[in-house]
């Protein structure tokens, strides 16, 4: 159990502080957004993050990672979720590179992991299937037709779906729609014949899209994993996504709370500064302390990843259920105490908001998450 | 590292020894051990259990040894507890001394106070009360009233205290007395005194659970020796905010479900299982069950913060701005924690005595209404909630 950080990782923190706060400011969301830019993403700003070693940090030296662990991106996406700063991050490091990294043979790993750690490479997972987060159930087809595979159906909320050099497809090649078994991931290269890729434009100004496979070929190397044995590998993958967004929903919810409270203490009303009302400092101590079980909870969420921990799966859903709830409360509260001013653009709380309920719903809300441990500890 | 493991093995060997077998179940809350001149022993056990650890100064493990303490450093006492949580063993002392006093006075006593009371606390011989609250003086507690007048050779008290807990039990008072009538913190002083001094009379009052712990107490020309004024005269303020913090990490422990949780009353969801049923082996009712994962959830995320904040102060870090939550956050859990139970059980939490309910059922019913307390007892929810504003948010009156 680590919950204190170690020299080495405070200097990272540090580092990606740094880096966040000067090269992606939420000015940079920003302008993505107004010049409604084709990326989604600054590739300048990518590039400069997998210098940091930012992109390879969970990748072994070996592939050209930098190996700093789960708990040094937990540390590098606090940071990033602190300035709403767009990347790469989850898409491409959290989900397809530990995938590759837990399922892929030695050619993938040499191939994918290095060009991943370079920054020379975009992934997407595409697993989504419908409204709600749901990896039990899965209708993409995939059927075998020679020495390949065929695979049809289609795909929703792709993260970086639109920009991605190469995907990994999530279908099912044996049982029924809900089976657990018959699960198997595909390595596509979005370029296929049958592929058809629409960017959504989403309310927090990041990527996502919908893809649709029509009787695309695949051939059989490019199976990640095991056929019908996906599912495994899978949670695993999710389980470390929805930990590492909830280090980024950490660095938001704490920006939004600095931010807010900040302007209680500069906003004058009645003659005096609204910090002083005790209705809104209860509120603001209150927040207080749930962020502060946040923190815990995320720490631990990480460095058990990290230690390897057999309840990896029960920490990760008390992490994104937790964090998914008190970035809804903390930003509702931020943008109320702003009063007029939070309802404008202008003012950051609103992208603040914006995000944490995108942030929220991917991987698996609160609800879906209590209903998980529930299942998971047998009751 | 080594020189730990050695230290476990010890340790193992000797309560293997010398815990009794009946001290490792679960302890009924009335088998609690307060100690005193007039201390009961419901089981002989007990005071078997007692003596033995008292005798190793480990009902005080840090304590220093030259006061009757354990003389162990801050790692050797986490073996020990958790060699003790190991095989389940009871508390061997329950008592205000340890949790609240004693630290107090080891940092502001002067010697000879020390090696009066601390072996005393120890043993487990005398027992505390904490006279603070007065009628006027609840959550504003520095506009106590309490007179103490310096009659030469003496000093003469009178007043009243009110919810002292045990007063009409204990042996001895730590009480806040006003010293000094023309200004508020900086006219308090600390005192102690035997309950038994003429002019002292408690009178229990009976809280909403039924049981009496806590007393008006009042004290009508009460002579205290001019030896038991802890620290400086007018001083009294600063020991009296330290003695509390430590009084709100204890009441802080309840979060974690740990104190009067309800004995013979087994996780939540077996509690749901029992008493609502299950289908497939899942609790029957959805919303029950997602009522549950909240509270087990929070229960989590509290307990990890403990642990956190535990690490920082050894990492050198300071208590962290994390523990000015625990009192709030612990206590408000815990509330929860009963409310919840009642909606598991059903009418099965809702009797109040006779044979119609067995002893775990009466004792939740017990232990919900008791935690009411918890939230106002060594300081209220509305006053954690405005010193974190305050001294943690930086924000003005
Ligand atoms: C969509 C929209 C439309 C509007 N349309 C109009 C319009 O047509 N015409 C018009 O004149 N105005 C309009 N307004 C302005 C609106 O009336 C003000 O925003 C509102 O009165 C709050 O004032 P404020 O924005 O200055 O917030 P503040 O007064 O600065 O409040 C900030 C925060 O402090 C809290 N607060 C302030 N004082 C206290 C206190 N004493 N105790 C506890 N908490 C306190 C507030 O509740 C709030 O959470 C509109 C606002 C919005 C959002
Ligand atoms: C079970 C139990 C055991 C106790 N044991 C002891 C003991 O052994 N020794 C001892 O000395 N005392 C003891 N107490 C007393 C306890 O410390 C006081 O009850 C407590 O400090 C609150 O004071 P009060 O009851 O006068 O409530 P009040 O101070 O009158 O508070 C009433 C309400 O007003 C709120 N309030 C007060 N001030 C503010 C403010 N500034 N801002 C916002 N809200 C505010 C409070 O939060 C509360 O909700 C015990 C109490 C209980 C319940």
Redesign the interface.
Known sequence: ????LTEEQQLLRDTATQFFQERLPIANLRKLRDTKDASGFDRGAWKEMSDLGFAGIMISEKYGGTDFGPVGLGLVLEQAGRTLAASPLISTVLLCGSAVQLAGNATQRQDILSAIAAGDRIMALAIEEGPHHNPARIATKATPDGNSYRISGSKTFVLDGHVADQLIVVARTAGEESDRSGITLFLVDPKSEGVKITRTLMVDSRNAANIEFSNVAVPSSAVLGSVDGGNDVLEQVLDIARIGLSAEMLGLVQQTFDTT?AY??ERKQFG??I??F?AL??R???L??EI??????V??ALSAIEDRRNDVPQIAS?AK??LSEISTLMTNEGLQMHGGMGMTDQFDVGLYMKRARVAAASFGDANFH??R???L??? | MEALDKFRQEIKAWLEENCPPSMRTPMPEEETVWGGRNARFTNPDAKLWLDRMAARGWTAPTWPKEYGGGGLTRDENLVLQQELRRIKARPPLSSFGLWMLGPALLEFANEEQKKEHLPKIVRGEIRWCQGYSEPGAGSDLAGLQTKCEDKGDHYLVNGQKIWTSYADKADWIFCLVRTDPTTKHDGISFLLFDMMSPGVEARPITMISGASPFCETFFTDVKVPKKNLVGELNKGWTIAKRLLQHEREMISGMGLGGVGAGGGIGSLEQVAKDYFGETGGRIAGPSLRDHITRQKMDSKAFALTMQRSAEEAKAGQGPGAASSIFKYYGTELNKRRYELLLELMGTRALGWEGDGFDDGEINVTRSWLRSKGNSIEGGTSEVQLNVVSKRVLGLPD
Do not use: N, P, W
Request: proline share 0%.
């Open positions: 159990m680590a919950l204190v409270l209680l203490k005096k500064v910090g002083s005790q400092q209860h603001m101590a209150a207080f302390a502060e079980l946040c923190r815990s909870v720490l631990d008390i259920a937790r209590r209903e441990y529930a299942t500890e047998g009751y």
